[in-house]
């Protein structure tokens, strides 16, 4: 079963593919492909699955199952069980999937290139259907759940183009996700309460004859629980009142509305009240949500669709209405109704992809669907007509179609529950019955019959292929009503999971005698056939639901409430200063935490150390001295100055903890976000404040202290309520031993926790590349130019030598003498730089260190696996090495100095660390599993190598990019736009003083 939907969805990721190749012929492979499924399934499990004790467990006469590991750690199978009842539903997803391909090849025209993503959809739909109703395991029920749900919203919204299908999908994905959410939180709940998350074995403890489980899964908690469970199920299934989202789904292709709506999505709602019906039936709010709804729905949906003039929307508010008897049925919980629900989620899945497929055929060949415009479209299309026929009165419940027989089991079996509550459920399905044969006539008449007034709709000639899928489903619809054993068949092992396992006292048939359910269906059928005249008579009746009441319209207004409480809560808390979302998140992480500490009563630990030697004082001291100079300055550059001062102190005092690796990173940290601060300050104004900070200074000074303090008490209770040792003691044996290096550091981040390393240097690519796009509105690197294109110490000149004074003229001279040397040195800048802006000291400093830099970078990511260092530092080093580069000769030398994007780098780097967790998978390994070679060089020596240097690499390269990602957003690309503004108010102010000096002029 695992492999069959492994190739089911590998097959969707393939589907455009072929379908760019073969064309429309593509559907024809897919339909096959679905029928060979089927076949292979009921072939391997069918046989098993009918014989199996359905109340069973395991053992050998449990149905077929399937268990593969997952996630051990949480006890998450993928847990796999071809019961009847999930073989009942495959046989509707993967028959009724391979016919709606076949109908779908037609449908689609040659030249539709969207039939690509289309079928490659729908068959990933399929295969997530199927895995729905064969899951065994709670989570991978509820993974299945919301896969249908994605899918459902990317085919709704298929014709992307227009506004109702994208607001169709929209729409049906909020309602889902809504019960999908509720859901999750009930099945989560049933899995702990009955201490399993596998359903069968669930179901088997709440079943009748076993206490133990029994007593397990009572009282308030399955209740809620199982409550939960059925919002989930009424959501998907679209009863009231959330039955709006279905109607509107209708504007997607009509495929999806004959598989989706029919066969498929809303019926995991059913299925799943079905699956749970059998324990849980008598649960607090069973009867209230399922019966209570199903009924609602079934009369409401009915009404509904005598209204309509779209056919499309007459059967979509048909489809409400039967959801409605699907649940109600499926949810009364004895023999008898599971056997009737069985019969009627085959039926409803044959009369209603059956009619959907004609309302398409009907759209393709005339181009409207409204039933006023149509007229004489029987005569010109008697083969549709007798498709549509059958559909139609199976749907209606007319002898001697299997829509009859499925519904005469259903009234016999509300009969047999006795009591006011059956009988009132009866009649009130008979009403329901009368409302569709009123509007299954309304279908057929006013699709298929003459008008008067209306011109006949003129049609071509109709496609066998095209007709074949319909035809074929009404025609087994036909078959099945005066031979109904193979349901019943199906359904007999399904019924005696109901009550105390004993199956229903009545069979499927197409004739039960002079019964109660007999005159209820001939009531209905009157009762029809009255609605319908009136209904012919005047298309208008029966009137308009009052708008407030509809559900829609409260759905609307609810999004529209929302919408407007996000505007008003964003425009108060976003103003757009980030001192004030700062200032927020920190009360925020102070109160909370302040607040457990003393809720819970967590004490201090009183055996305080101050110091350990008279330097940490002194770096103390330095510390508390920058941090209240930072909030006394005026300056933006002074206080991040002071900010470095508080980086460079903690550095020291790690030092001498014992910690040259943090030290070390949190030097070369401070160094390079100095230099990033500085280059972000030029776009800034140079003081901080801009209204009198005294207030705001104080308070943010005292805010700033208190979560520093409580920081510190939240550590120092945790480590007071430590109960057990900590992870970190088994860190050292783990790094010499598992990943033979003697610096624990490095091999806890490339190796004991390569995957949060992983992480982390992904989300350092991603923040980059947010960074940049940004600064780079345009586009996403500088523009590279040659060096022979760049004008001779023109960059940041922006006045002329006649405006400066002989002293500065002087200078000048003396600058560009530098500038025009004979022979150019590999550093540029006497080329691109402006003489007034070119530092010959800091030119000669960066001459001497650049080369001593990089290689010390490198013995950093070599030696770091045994000695302070690892990729990380050494990225750091490069980054600050190409500051240096920078800050000497401006974007031009960076340009020079790494001639490619900072995106490569930092994606070679994403590409070395994950090739080094995949290798060891080729080798049957896990993944970041690393390996350890011992080798013996000549003159050398003795050597070690690991590969977990290879994913030091990647960290090397990520971290390397990140600071050139951020030198040319925060350096190059706003120096260009500082000289283009620069330029621009020089060339404002020469144009000004020319048009001061002609106004002079025509003055004299």
């Known amino acids: 079963m695992l492999t069959l939907l492994a190739a089911l969805f590998a097959a969707s990721l393939v589907v455009p593919w072929v379908m760019r190749r073969l064309g429309r012929a593509t559907f024809h492979l897919l339909a096959l492909l679905l029928a060979v499924a089927l076949t292979v399934l009921l072939v391997r499990t069918l046989p098993q699955a009918l014989d199996a004790d359905q109340a069973a467990v395991a053992g050998p006469r449990a149905p077929p199952v399937e268990v593969t590991e997952w996630i051990p750690s949480l006890g998450v199978d993928i847990a796999l069980r071809a019961d009847v009842l999930s073989l009942v539903m495959t046989m509707l997803i993967l028959g009724v999937g391979a016919l709606v391909m076949l109908y779908c090849a ?84 049933l899995g702990e309460l009955a201490g399993t998350y596998r359903l069968s074995e669930i179901l088997a403890a709440a079943g009748a004859g076993q206490a133990a489980g029994a ?141 959907f497929m004609v309302v398409g055929i009907i759209d393709h060949e005339t181009g409207t ?34 829509g009859f027989v499925a519904k005469e089991s259903a009234l016999e079996s509300m009969v047999a529950v006795g009591g006011g509550l059956g009988w009132t459920v009866a009649v009130g399905v008979a009403l329901g019955s009368g409302l569709t044969v009123a509007y299954s006539a309304r279908f057929l008449w006013g699709a298929f019959a003459a008008k008067p007034g209306v011109e006949t709709t003129p049609t071509g000639r109709l496609g066998v292929v095209f007709l074949a899928a319909p035809a074929a489903l009404a025609l087994l619809g036909l078959l099945l009503g005066p031979v109904p054993q193979p349901v019943g068949l199906l359904g007999g092992p399904i019924s005696a999971l109901s009550g105390a396992g004993e199956e229903a006292t009545t069979e499927l048939a197409l004739w039960h005698g002079l ?51 996000a505007v008003r809560l964003t425009s108060q808390t976003q103003r757009g200063s980030l001192g004030f979302y700062l200032y927020i998140i920190l009360t925020v992480a102070t109160l909370v935490p302040l607040s457990v500490l003393l809720l819970a009563g967590h004490r201090v630990p009183a055996d305080w150390i101050l110091a350990e030697t008279p330097l940490q004082v002194v770096l103390a001291v330095v510390v508390l001295a920058g941090a209240v100079g930072a909030v006394r300055a005026h300056k933006r550059f002074m206080a991040v100055l002071l900010v470095s001062l508080c980086g460079f102190g903690s550095a020291g005092i790690f030092a001498l903890q014992g910690s040259p690796d943090l030290a070390l990173t949190i030097l070369l940290v401070e160094s390079a976000v100095l230099v990033v601060f500085v280059l972000a ?31 510190m008490a939240a550590v120092a209770a ?31 981040l490339v190796d004991i926790r390569a995957w949060d390393t992983f992480g982390e240097i992904t989300v350092l690519a991603s923040a980059a590349t947010g960074v940049a796009s940004l600064i780079f509105v345009q586009r996403r690197d500088v523009r590279r130019r040659s060096l022979h294109e760049v004008p001779t110490g023109s960059v940041g000149r922006v006045v002329d030598d006649a405006e400066l004074s002989p002293q500065h003229v002087q200078e000048l001279r003396v600058a560009r003498s530098f500038a025009t040397v004979a022979r ?74 790494v001639p490619f994007s900072a995106s490569a780098l930092m994606g070679w780097g994403m590409t070395v660390a994950c090739a080094s967790g995949m290798m060891p998978l080729l080798v049957d390994g896990q993944l970041f599993q690393s390996a350890y070679v011992e080798l013996t060089l000549p003159l050398l020596g003795e050597h070690a190598l690991v590969s977990s240097m290879i994913f030091d690499i ?39 003083g020319r048009m001061a000096s002609a106004w002079a002029g025509t003055g004299d």
Do not use: C
């Open 369 to 402: 669907r409204d039933l006023r415009q149509l007229s004489g479209l029987g005569r010109g299309q008697p083969a549709l007509l007798v498709t549509a026929v059958l559909a139609a009165a199976s749907m209606a419940g007319i002898p001697p179609l299997f």
């Open 106 to 189: 037609r449908y689609f025209s040659a030249a539709d290139r969207s039939a690509g993503p289309f079928a490659a959809e729908l068959l990933a739909f399929a295969a997530a259907m199927l895995g729905l109703v064969l899951s065994d395991d709670l989570i991978m029920l509820f993974v299945f759940w919301e896969l249908t749900t994605v899918l459902s919203f990317l085919l709704i919204g298929h014709a992307s183009h227009r506004i109702v299908a994208r607001r169709s999908a929209i729409q049906a994905l909020v309602v889902t996700t809504f019960g999908g959410l509720a859901m999750l939180v009930g099945l989560v709940l």
């Open 681 to 711: 300050l030029r776009m800034l104004p140079a003081g901080i404040w801009t209204q009198n900070p005294t207030g705001f200074r104080t308070a943010r000074a005292l805010l700033g202290a208190g979560f520093g303090l409580v920081m």
């Open 718 to 748: 945790g480590l007071a309520a430590r109960s057990s040792d900590p992870v970190s003691v088994e860190f050292p044996w783990l790094a010499h031993d598992v990943g033979h290096g003697a610096n624990i550091v490095n091999v806890t």
């Open 215 to 355: 007593a397990q899964l009572s009282g308030a908690g399955v209740d809620v629980a199982v409550l939960l469970l059925l919002v989930g199920a009424v959501t998907k299934s679209a009863l009231v009142p959330f039955h709006f989202w279905l109607p509107a789904a209708m504007a997607a292709p009509t495929p999806v509305s004959a598989y989706l709506h029919a066969a498929a999505m809303v019926k995991a709602g059913v299925f799943l009240v079905a699956r749970l019906a059998p324990g849980f039936h008598d649960t607090a709010f069973w009867d209230a949500t399922v019966i209570g709804l199903g009924l609602a729905t079934l009369i409401i949906g009915a009404w509904r669709s005598l209204r309509q003039t779209d056919l499309k929307l007459v059967l979509a508010y048909g489809t409400v209405s039967q959801l409605g008897l699907l649940v109600l049925v499926n949810g009364l919980g004895t023999a008898e109704a599971a056997l009737a629900g069985v019969a009627m989620l085959l039926a409803h899945g044959l009369f209603k992809a059956a009619l």
């Open 824 to 897: 150019e040195a590999w550093l540029v800048a006497g080329r691109t730089v402006a003489p007034e802006h070119r530092s010959i000291v800091f030119e000669v400093v960066t001459r001497l260190l650049f080369h001593a830099v990089i290689l010390l970078s490198v013995y950093l990511l070599l030696a770091g696996h045994n000695d302070p260092g690892g990729g990380f530092a050494g990225g750091l080093l490069v980054g600050l090495a190409l500051m240096l580069r920078y800050l000497a000769g401006g974007r031009y030398e960076l340009e020079a100095a």
């Open 515 to 565: 019964a109660p359910g007999l005159g209820l269906s001939a009531a209905a059928w009157l009762l029809g056939a009255v609605l319908f005249l009136l209904s012919r008579r005047d298309l208008d009746w029966p009137g308009r639901v009052p708008q407030r009441l509809e559900a829609e319209r409260l759905y609307r207004g609810l999004i529209r409430g929302l919408d407007a409480l």
């Open 954 to 992: 990647g960290v090397y390269l990520v971290v390397a990019g990140l600071i050139l990602d951020i030198l040319r957003s925060l350096g190059a690309e706003i120096d260009v736009r500082s000289e283009q503004q620069s330029l621009a108010e020089a060339s404002r102010l020469r144009r000004r």
